[in-house]
């Protein structure tokens, strides 16, 4: 079942956002994970396949974000817990997985059902990036939150609520995305790059049950098209040595043509997965952190959430 729980976190020390790369954010993840799962842990690292170059792992992992409803955050208290902090960032990121054991145990764990708490302590856990201590404030997991980048779905609601009508498609890209061609990386929001990602990713998780065929990529050539854009590229730190450079921002696709009510619906079925699978390279490391925007969702909704540092 695809998943996708939003985090808002604060860092309980002096914290450098350049520090939060890509590396890191996956360390972090992982390292969550082996706290809750090693052996699953072990797998989403080191899966065998992943000698191929085209190989994909079920999760993804946004970068951190800065809450815009509150940047600074002073003497936060709920009935559950004492003072957070005495100042600092609100942030948030998005983690998600297509891999059903992955939720259940991590969730698990992000509600603290760890055992007997000290009175005044927080009820979630503290995460680690880059050696720097960040407390968990809130867990958002479900579209119930209103959050644009929670919530959760069976597959077979995605397929049976997927449109056949549905002909202009807008996707947020909130971190940059890349994919890559013939060993060059491409910035750009090709469509076939765009819904080949998509359905690649649908195929390794979902493709032995539901397959997506090579055919459906072979007709986004002729029949899809961007129609608008607000895009800009913007650099991501991998590590201390890797940069990559992607476009953030929406994009506006029609379907164009006589096209069958299936291509369709295959088409708005991967651009509603792309919550939970993330676009293009490196979603693992804070990459390719999209979703689709509804038709009510103004241009401005990147600016207004708020952006990478």
Sequence with gaps: M?????????????????????ARLQGMFLELMRQVDPELATELHDRPDLDE???????????????????????RTSSNHKVLTSGGTLYWLHLAALDDRVYPALLSYLLGLR????????????????????????????????????GYSEVEDLIIRASTDERMITFEFKSPTVFERLNRQIPLPEPRL????????????????????PEFVDAVENHLVVVCYHIHTQPF????????????GQV???????????????????????????????TTRGMGTARRV???????????SGGIL
């Design 115 to 150: 055992g007997v708490k000290k009175e005044g302590e927080s009820p979630f856990p503290v995460l680690i990036i880059d050696k720097t201590q960040f407390q968990i404030v809130e867990v958002l997991a479900s579209g119930f939150s209103r959050h644009p980048w929670a």
């Design 294 to 304: 509804s038709d009510g969702e103004s241009s401005r909704t990147l600016e207004k």
């Design 252 to 282: 506006t696709f029609r379907i164009i043509g006589p096209v069958s009510p299936e291509f369709i619906k295959i088409t708005n079925l991967l651009a509603d997965f792309a919550l939970f699978s993330g676009i293009g390279k490196k």
């Design 2 to 22: 695809p998943y996708s729980i939003v985090l808002k976190i604060f860092p309980k020390s002096e914290f450098n956002l350049r520090e939060a790369t890509g």
């Design 53 to 75: 170059p085209t190989a994909l792992r079920h999760y993804a992992v946004s970068p951190l974000f800065i809450d815009k409803g509150v940047e600074r955050v002073r003497n």
């Design 237 to 248: 730190r991998q590590d201390s040595e890797i940069t990559l450079t992607g476009f953030v």
């Design 194 to 213: 765009v819904w080949k990602s998509l359905a690649d990713r649908w195929n390794d998780a979902f493709g032995a049950t539901y397959p997506i065929s």
